[in-house]
């Protein structure tokens, strides 16, 4: 069965230095997002990628976040300059758009995620 | 505003048992879709099962059920026969249709189920 596929599974880093996370989407899919998750609490949406361009973004996606799909499979986000806060689990995820009789269905299927763990 | 509230932080339930997980949602919006994700200690994501708001019936998933109230904006979870690797985080959450293509999921806080054996 297709699954979104995200590496790495762990990095740290320190602060102020760049991070790219990767991600590789189901392959037919068409919308791809990323979330993040700071540990026990909420899921918060970051961005969501249709069409090679941002569709939307949250007040969390400021200056210092990036989005890219560089070729026909991987969707990465950069952290420009890392800061103590966004430690934390980043999820990928990746959807169709089927339309159906009753409407669109719209399944977001999510990969293992990458814990950032920024010192 | 667009929000999911989960008013169980915890729960617990014995090996075998029913337990229910509740979920109530606001939107103003008619068109959307709710979806049950699971997140287990490896804090992969993993969807258990999706309601489109248009139809009445409620979903099932082998022994995941959804009682969905569209009226009430209701959306609780039913585990039946609940099995230690149903140990896990359980987020309610949605999405809504409107003209863009926006489409991010409306996240719950999240209910903690312990299953014990």
């Known amino acids: 069965e297709p699954e979104v596929t995200q590496t790495p599974s762990h990095q740290v880093t320190q602060m102020g230095q760049e991070v790219i996370l990767r991600c590789v989407p189901i392959?037919?899919?068409?919308?791809f997002y990323w979330y993040r998750q700071i540990l026990g609490q909420k899921v918060e949406f970051l961005v969501s990628?249709?069409?090679?361009?941002?569709?939307?973004k949250s007040e969390i996606f400021d200056d210092q976040f990036s989005v890219e799909r560089p070729d026909g499979s991987n969707f990465t986000l950069k952290i420009r300059s890392t800061k103590l806060e966004d430690s934390a689990m980043y999820f990928c995820?990746?959807?169709?758009?089927?339309?159906?009789?009753?409407?669109?269905?719209?399944?977001?299927?999510f990969g293992p995620g990458t814990r950032l763990t920024v010192l | 505003a667009q929000t999911v509230t989960q008013s169980q932080p915890e729960m617990s339930v014995q090996e075998a048992e029913t337990v229910t997980l509740s979920c109530t949602y606001d939107?103003?919006?008619?068109?959307?879709?709710l979806f049950w994700y699971k997140q287990p200690p490896s804090r992969q994501m993993i969807l258990v099962i999706r309601q489109e708001a248009y139809k009445q019936q409620n979903a099932t998933e082998n022994r995941f059920s959804v009682n969905f109230q569209k009226a009430a904006k209701s959306f609780s979870l039913k585990i039946s026969d609940s099995q230690l690797g149903d140990t896990a985080m359980y987020f309610c959450?949605?999405?809504?249709?409107?003209?863009?293509?926006?489409?991010?999921?409306?996240w719950g806080l999240g209910t903690s189920l312990a299953v014990n054996p």
């Open positions: 939107t103003s919006e008619s068109n959307y879709y």
């Open positions: 959450a949605f999405i809504f249709y409107n003209a863009g293509n926006n489409r991010k999921l409306i």
């Open positions: 995820a990746s959807s169709g758009a089927v339309v159906t009789s009753g409407g669109r269905t719209d399944t977001q299927y």
């Open positions: 990628f249709y069409n090679n361009e941002i569709s939307e």
């Open positions: 392959s037919n899919h068409l919308y």
